[in-house]
């Protein structure tokens, strides 16, 4: 029962504090200060300063403890300073801090790659190759996916996000903040509509007919550019940054279908939905689909930067020796936080996702009736997003979803927005948040909207 070890083990109290107004005094100052030296490219939710972080909480240098809706976007799953992973952490650095993979070995690098191996989804011979960021695990599967067909096209999809490094963020489907200023985008990334059930861009009144709209048009989009020039089609199990959207039911069975009769590899990005995000290990398995190849980053390693390229033998072995690496790939400090990981994302750990999911609709599904700004409350797990637009017209309300994250900031609530129309909040707690300051924090966000309305 990991939920319970790991919970004995947090120090900093797990209640909402607010000892100053939010940003404080202090934070202020160093806001300003970090304007003096840090670029104006990075962007901040909320202007305040970290002194440590826990459980469900995030105490700042004011001595405001805020209740941490985000996870630092779904990588802290089991506590921003988690027992475990500092032990192995600390352990591992005192030995050795890094050698390069490529340049001599080390056992945890093989043992992470086992456990992905056995974990993640799909019954055939796989082979792990593990990087740093998700962008670089992304970057790498295309890369891979094309050594292995000699195909130059990947396909991609509406609302995707996949990264910010120059080819992923011609995959992200958001132009503004993403791409904007950035170009020019690689003629080689080709875009299809997905199945949105709240907004399907090729209609359709069921889920089963959006599904069937959308997988027509993916048939088109592919046929126009010739089906045989894809390497690769990748696609997020539930979509993250493009709002959370859970595809119509078999859209993704649909898309292995297709990837099938064409020879391309089916991506399924995996890495802000997997690792028990969602109540399952991997997301695609509520829709009993494996992906040729499979990507974890975000919770692998807890918070030390870690991502993996999971795939069937054959197309992971298609590269030649010594096209695949990077200096910090697979660092020894990072192997370690995703062994502790391992170690302690059990079945207890992954039911507390289910129940966060239970607690989060019993508290927000009424205001779908309640309110007229509510116009669907939708994810799995603890991976759960409320959308904001008119009733009737659905006309999409991003100056509503502003204005209630602020309010929560200034109760003490970390709440993030996301949707291709920045309409959306959505909600990321620690997989191990406790109960009740799930419920403080849910009750200050159903104020919010409640007043917005
Ligand atoms: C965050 C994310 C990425 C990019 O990961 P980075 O570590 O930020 O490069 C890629 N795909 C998905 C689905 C993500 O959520």
Redesign the pocket.
Known sequence: MSLQNIAREITIDQTRHLETSIPGPKSTQRHAEREQHVTAGFGVTLPVFVEAADGGIIQDIDGNRLIDFASG??VTSLGASNKRVAQRVAAQIEKFSHTCFMVTEYDSFTKVCKWLNEHTPGDFDKRTGLF???????ENAIKIARSATGRPNVLVFDE??????LL?MAM?AKENPYQLNFGPMPREVVRAASANPLRPVYGGSTPAEITEKSLASVRDTLATHGADTFAAMVI?PI???GGFIVPAPGFLTGLREIADEHGIVLVI?????GLGRTGKLYASEWEGVAGDIT?S??ALANGV?L?AVTGRAELMNAVHSGGLGGTYAGNPVACEAALAVFEQLDQSVLDNAAKIEQTVREVLEPLLEETNIVAQVRGRGAMLAIELADKGTLEPRPDLARSIALACHAQGVIILTCGTYGNVIRLLPPLIIGEELLRDGLQVLAGAIKDAA
């Open positions: 976007i779904a740093s960021t998700g962008a670089e695990a992304v995707a996000y996949h990264g910010r490094s992923t992200t997020e979509q993250g940054e990005d995996e890495i802000q939905a990507l980053a975000k930067p991502s």
